[in-house]
């Protein structure tokens, strides 16, 4: 089974600043999809950036960007010019291709705070 | 906004009750998954749906139920409600499964089992 861990139950930055999130896992898969979720307080959880395992570029996406190490088995992603807006829980979660569907297995999230 | 439409909002029940869940889409999303989100906790998986058939299971015992409609709409039924049941449910939607792996999900259902 997979795991993913997100280390860091809380952070804060204030705005402008630039952030950085931590999320590890663990699998024995070669082929995977990870990805990073957002979860505002209204609740409606969004997809933030996502990750293909066979590709070594980082993805990014406007301010967001991730640090995708393989071999470590480490994602983390990074927050620039952080805005209040990016006020939420973030998610990180793992993904195994397969014909049955899709199964994320998340971390326990991390609570961001961008503070004035 | 994701098109993802969940009811009710909330609800409270006792335990041993059943409850049902609704999901739907305003989009031609053909497979739809839920999950339980304990507090404090992330999302687990609990089944997925695609062409009204179940087809992926996470770690849930039988009395977690699920059927989809022609219409894509979707029903999550929990039945012999137990305290640990109270939790957030989200239901997801995607295009097919094989694709990226992008879901859309809607707002939730926050039950609360007395």
């Known amino acids: 089974a997979q795991t993913v861990t997100q280390s860091q139950p809380e952070m804060s930055v204030q705005e402008a600043e630039t952030v950085t999130l931590s999320c590890t896992y663990d699998?024995?898969?070669?082929?995977?999809?990870l990805f990073w979720y957002k979860q505002p307080p209204s609740r409606q959880m969004i997809l933030v950036i996502r990750?293909?395992?066979?590709?070594?570029q980082n993805a990014t996406e406007n301010r967001f960007s991730v640090n995708f190490q393989k071999a470590a088995k480490s994602f983390s992603l990074k927050i620039s010019d952080s805005q209040l807006g990016d006020t939420a829980m973030y998610f990180c979660?793992?993904?195994?291709?397969?014909?049955?569907?899709?199964?994320?297995?998340f971390g326990k999230g991390t609570s961001l705070l961008v503070t004035p | 906004e994701t098109g993802v439409t969940q009811s009710p909002t909330h609800l409270i029940k006792t335990r041993g009750q059943q409850v049902t869940l609704r999901c739907s889409s305003q989009?031609?999303?053909?497979?739809v998954s839920w999950y339980q989100q304990a507090l404090g906790q992330g999302p687990q998986f609990i089944f997925q749906?695609?062409?009204?058939?179940?087809?992926g299971r996470g770690n849930f015992p039988p009395r977690f139920s699920g059927l989809q409609f022609p219409n894509y709409s979707s029903e999550l039924n929990v039945n012999a409600l137990e305290l640990d049941d109270s939790a957030l449910y989200l239901c997801?939607?995607?295009?097919?499964?094989?694709?990226?792996?992008?879901?859309?999900f809607g707002e939730g259902s926050r039950l609360t089992v007395l």
């Open positions: 990750q293909e395992a066979y590709k070594q």
């Open positions: 749906y695609y062409r009204e058939e179940e087809n």
């Open positions: 979660a793992f993904m195994k291709p397969s014909g049955s569907g899709y199964a994320l297995n």
């Open positions: 997801a939607r995607s295009p097919r499964t094989g694709s990226s792996g992008e879901l859309f």
């Open positions: 699998t024995s898969e070669n082929n995977y999809y």
């Open positions: 989009s031609g999303h053909n497979t």
